[in-house]
């Protein structure tokens, strides 16, 4: 256990923002499986929607630092790829 006030304060804004960011992440994977879902459906529409939402929450999440912006590049190109597949 932390004795300095500092250590004390650090502690606590840690335990604050790994639980924002667990949010975050849920979110986020909850997001790509909407996708996932339209796509091995054949839902063509469904999909497309889910990929502008889910695209969006991504690249807000790579902004604010919560997952790495290569990660995040690395996760739409996937699910845009994921997409087309059923377009064509």
Do not use: C, F, P, W
């Not at 929450?57 to 912006?69: D, T, Y």
């Amino acid at each position: 256990m932390a004795h300095h006030k500092d250590a004390i304060k650090r502690i606590k804004q840690n335990a604050k923002r790994r639980m924002r960011n667990r949010h975050y992440r849920t979110r986020m994977r909850n997001h790509i499986k909407r996708v996932r879902v339209a796509v091995e459906a054949g839902d063509k529409g469904t999909a497309n929607v889910e990929l502008r939402a889910a695209t969006s929450v991504i690249q807000r999440l790579a902004s604010k630092g919560i997952i790495h912006r290569n990660q995040a590049a690395r996760r739409i190109s996937r699910l845009n790829a994921a997409v087309k597949k059923i377009s064509v």
